[in-house]
């Protein structure tokens, strides 16, 4: 069997594959508040476009300001890695994002597409209103796009098989734990990112019997337990870059991470209403954290959780989403002592500065964790 | 050769635009230091809602950056440095890091003025994620009541079944912040006010189109300054219904004088060209400059946004696009009423929803204002004026309009705008099309 690193690596192999196995289509889709379930429940595989690090010349024809995942995804595409993505959808949220799925869209008008609105003020009173209107709304440009009907079955189906998923991942980020820390951030960060391009059912079946295997390791030796906050990452370069100075990300608030698993889909005959409301209520991502606060206070809890040492917030530049939310959780880091060390990545780590201002970060922390120095045994 | 083509002279309406600006900001000082007035954040966009409240100045963070950057390079740096220690991102929009930093300083002038402290947050709902995000920090650091509104957005022809679900979420938004100030603050709100502006908007939209229509003729009556220094008169600065409706048909009346006898903004008019959003507002010198070459500035879709949405007439006159009209006699009785027919679409209301789904709509107004060129800047910092100009610029190239991008930060930040090279770049554009400085 394959293990999730491969598959990462190979993820457009793995849809091409997917594909010829089954005859389904691929739905290629960019942000993490779009409702799988429903396209799952269509018997489509959805895919989260992944950004790669491919040299760019193209891009700067359509594009000014974007940040590097939305030039690289719609770079990928002209150079034909996506070519057998059959639709597109873009959900309400961060704009540069709209702007790959239409930059896209300029140059492949043979893509099936959808532009599926969902409330930036979750919260709204209102906000579960449109979203399940919009919900049915997209299930019926679905059912004639693939001929046949979505059916409560197939929602249920799908329902079960991505809150399974779900736990099963979040059971992965248990295993660092501050009482047993068995994973590598690495090792995380690559199974979270292939869980978002794999049909969930096959995921689920290579994580129930992985996970028994991480359990039965020995735990890792006590190091500096650091957080991960910041704009969405597509590969675990930062994380392994921690681990060869000693440390481990042992947990994060990003999209594409604990976003992605914290909360299910709770089970109602309303099927669209019970998907639209855990989209609703999953952490708020930057941008939609706005009227009703939450974010900083669940990085805190985060942090709390994992026991964790310190912070890295890891921006992506062009970000405006996290460089407007910023302050707010330096603001929270700082009243609470919380060391942290934030920088910019572009299109590709800078590895020798990141490697220093995290070293700098870590001689910052060690010091100070007496558990290290045995005072806790 | 003669400079003088056209015969020009300054507008008359100009002091009674300046009046009414005084006005506005008397009321939002006098608001800063009154216990019975409320100063908020935000905007209410196209009909002012905010009209029922006694006393409600509500005061959007665009105007403040913008003439903070025009009026004191030095102190606005000194406002974004303020955020951007603080965490703020250098891609955030000038606008908000301008006025925001202000806050982190205590004082929103170079002669140390207190800053305004808000006392709630009402962002104007616009397709740009940095509207989502303003007013946030206020709400974080003082704190106050923050309340929002979305904006909805689809692609393809409007859609009904997803129309009727998605504007009421519209109107149950505005609905909520209306109450929630009523009860938050004991306000009282007048709905007959609302019903008052509900009559006006439409006619000021009118002559608003109007002016829009007469700045299609050749010579243009007038140029982006006055464009620029009047749309705020309803939209930004909030000043009293009936006076603005006033204001807006002697402007009108002026304008059109001015085309009927050939009176040009510009004496040498022998070139027009468009742009897309602001300008830079610390920087509008590049209007004089190209006034060197006989060239005059029509507006952007930006300045002319009271017209917002923009349609291509039959007889190729710039429109409004409105799809959903309000049904003919209804009677408003009530509030809900009263929003429901605010918010008759779920989107297509903003000059910004046409970067979505009208793509037409920019070579539509090149082609009604009949330019030869398009100004178009690249902004580093703020999703919002920047999504699609690239875009926009391989449209207007394809139908023969040629375009000139530069790149700067954003129009309320100064700092990645080389003014020399946009200057050089103007030279050579205009050279490029034959174009010499006229004597
Ligand atoms: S949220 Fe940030 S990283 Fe993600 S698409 Fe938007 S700008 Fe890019
Ligand atoms: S559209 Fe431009 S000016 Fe308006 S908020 Fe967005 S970035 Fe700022």
């Known amino acids: 069997m394959k293990t999730f690193k491969e598959i990462l690596e190979n993820r457009h192999a793995?849809?091409?594959?997917?594909?010829?196995?089954?005859?389904?289509?691929?739905?290629?889709?960019?942000?993490?508040?779009?409702?799988?379930?429903?396209?799952?429940?269509?018997?489509?595989?959805?895919?989260?476009?992944?950004?790669?690090?491919?040299?760019?010349?193209?891009?700067?024809?359509?594009?000014?300001?974007?940040?590097?995942?939305?030039?690289?995804?719609?770079?990928?595409?002209?150079?034909?890695?996506?070519d057998y993505v059959d639709g597109l959808v873009s959900i309400e949220s961060?704009?540069?994002?709209?702007?790959?799925?239409?930059?896209?869209?300029?140059?492949?008008?043979?893509?099936?597409?959808?532009?599926?609105?969902?409330?930036?003020?979750?919260?709204?009173?209102?906000?579960?209103?449109?979203?399940?209107?919009?919900?049915?709304?997209?299930?019926?440009?679905?059912?004639e796009w693939i001929g046949k009907t979505v059916t409560d079955e197939a929602l249920d189906n799908a329902i079960d098989v991505y809150n399974k998923n779900r736990a099963l991942l979040r059971q992965l980020y248990q295993l660092r734990r501050f009482d047993r820390t068995a994973v590598l951030g690495s090792e995380v960060m690559e199974i979270m990112l292939a869980n978002q391009v794999m049909d969930k059912a096959e995921a689920n079946v290579m994580l129930e019997s992985l996970l028994p295997e991480l359990e039965a390791r020995a735990p890792q030796e006590d190091g500096v337990r650091l957080m991960l906050i910041g704009s969405e990452t597509y590969d675990a370069k930062l994380e392994k870059l921690v681990e060869s100075l000693g440390a481990n990300i042992v947990t994060d608030e990003l999209d594409n991470g604990t976003a992605y698993i914290l909360n299910d889909v709770i089970p109602m005959k309303n099927r669209l209403m019970a998907i639209g409301l855990r989209y609703l209520g999953k952490p708020h991502s930057a941008l939609k954290d706005n009227v009703w606060r939450r974010r900083p206070e669940h990085i805190y809890q985060l942090y709390e959780d994992f026991q964790a040492d310190g912070v890295i917030i890891a921006k992506q530049i062009y970000c405006h989403p996290h460089g407007s939310d910023m302050y707010a959780v330096w603001k929270l880091l700082r009243e609470r002592n919380i060391p942290y060390h934030t920088f910019e990545r572009d299109t590709t780590l800078p590895y020798e500065e990141t490697k220093l201002g995290v070293e700098a970060l870590i001689s910052m922390i060690k010091p100070g964790m007496t558990r290290l120095h045995g005072w806790s045994k | 050769m003669s400079k003088q083509i056209w015969e020009t002279r300054p507008l008359e309406i100009w002091g009674k635009a300046k009046e009414l600006r005084a006005n506005f900001q008397k009321a939002i000082n006098e608001a800063a230091a009154s216990p019975n007035s409320l100063l908020a954040h935000g905007n209410t966009g196209g009909v002012d809602w905010s009209v029922g409240f006694d006393g409600l100045n509500v005061v959007e963070d665009n105007p403040i950056g913008a003439i903070m950057a025009s009026r004191s390079d030095s102190f606005s740096r000194e406002a974004r440095l303020a955020s951007e220690i603080r965490g703020w991102g250098r891609e955030l929009c000038g606008y908000v890091n301008n006025c925001w930093g202000c806050q982190f300083l205590g004082y929103d002038s170079p002669d140390g003025a207190p800053f305004p402290y808000r006392q709630l947050s009402v962002p104007l709902p616009d397709p740009c994620d940095q509207h989502a995000k303003r007013g946030q920090q206020c709400m974080d650091l003082s704190p106050i009541p923050r309340f929002g509104a979305d904006w909805p957005m689809y692609l393809g022809p409007i859609d009904p079944e997803r129309e009727s679900a998605l504007v009421e979420h519209k109107v149950q938004c505005i609905l909520h912040v209306i109450n929630e100030i009523e009860r938050i603050f004991g306000k009282k709100y007048d709905d007959?006010?609302?019903?008052?502006?509900?009559?006006?908007?439409?006619?000021?939209?009118?002559?608003?189109?109007?002016?829009?229509?007469?700045?299609?003729?050749?010579?243009?009556?007038?140029?982006?300054?006055?464009?620029?220094?009047?749309?705020?008169?309803?939209?930004?600065?909030?000043?009293?219904?009936?006076?603005?409706?006033?204001?807006?048909?002697?402007?009108?009346?002026?304008?059109?004088?001015?085309?009927?006898?050939?009176?040009?903004?510009?004496a040498t008019e022998r070139y027009r060209w468009m742009e897309a959003h602001p300008s830079p507002w610390h920087f509008l010198r590049y209007f004089r400059y190209m006034e060197q070459y006989g060239a005059v500035c029509i507006g952007s879709q930006y300045s002319h946004m009271l017209v917002e949405p923009f349609k291509l007439n039959d007889d190729g006159t710039i429109g409004r696009e409105e799809q959903v009209k309000v049904p003919e006699g209804q009677k408003i009785r009530t509030r809900e009423d009263a929003l429901r027919s605010i918010f008759r679409e779920a989107r297509g209301e903003r000059f910004k929803d046409d970067e979505y789904f009208r793509k037409h709509v920019i070579t539509d107004f090149a082609k009604a204002f009949h330019v030869d060129g398009a100004i178009m800047p690249l902004w580093r910092a703020g999703v919002g004026c920047t999504l699609t100009r690239k875009e926009q610029g391989l449209r207007l190239?394809?139908?023969?309009?040629?375009?000139?991008?530069?790149?700067?930060?954003?129009?309320?930040?100064?700092?990645?705008?080389?003014?020399?090279?946009?200057?050089?770049?103007?030279?050579?554009?205009?050279?490029?099309?034959?174009?010499?400085?006229l004597a």
């Open chain 2, 397 to 437: 190239s394809e139908m023969g309009v040629r375009v000139l991008h530069y790149e700067g930060a954003q129009p309320g930040d100064r700092t990645d705008l080389d003014e020399h090279d946009f200057l050089d770049r103007l030279d050579i554009w205009m050279e490029s099309q034959g174009l010499e400085k």
């Open chain 1, 94 to 143: 961060c704009q540069w994002w709209y702007n790959a799925f239409d930059t896209t869209l300029i140059e492949f008008p043979e893509l099936w597409s959808h532009y599926l609105f969902t409330t930036d003020y979750v919260d709204a009173r209102t906000s579960k209103d449109a979203v399940f209107s919009e919900l049915k709304i997209f299930v019926k440009r679905l059912e």
């Open chain 2, 192 to 266: 007959e006010k609302l019903f008052n502006v509900l009559d006006i908007v439409p006619r000021v939209q009118v002559l608003v189109t109007k002016i829009a229509q007469l700045m299609a003729n050749v010579p243009a009556p007038l140029g982006l300054k006055e464009l620029y220094s009047f749309y705020t008169l309803s939209v930004l600065t909030k000043i009293d219904p009936q006076e603005m409706l006033d204001f807006w048909k002697a402007f009108v009346d002026e304008v059109q004088w001015r085309v009927d006898n050939k009176i040009a903004a510009v």
């Open chain 1, 14 to 82: 793995y849809a091409k594959d997917w594909k010829a196995r089954t005859g389904g289509k691929v739905l290629g889709f960019y942000d993490t508040y779009f409702p799988e379930e429903v396209a799952y429940a269509a018997g489509l595989l959805p895919l989260r476009l992944l950004a790669s690090h491919c040299e760019d010349a193209l891009t700067d024809r359509l594009m000014y300001g974007n940040c590097y995942c939305t030039r690289d995804i719609f770079n990928q595409f002209m150079l034909g890695r996506y």
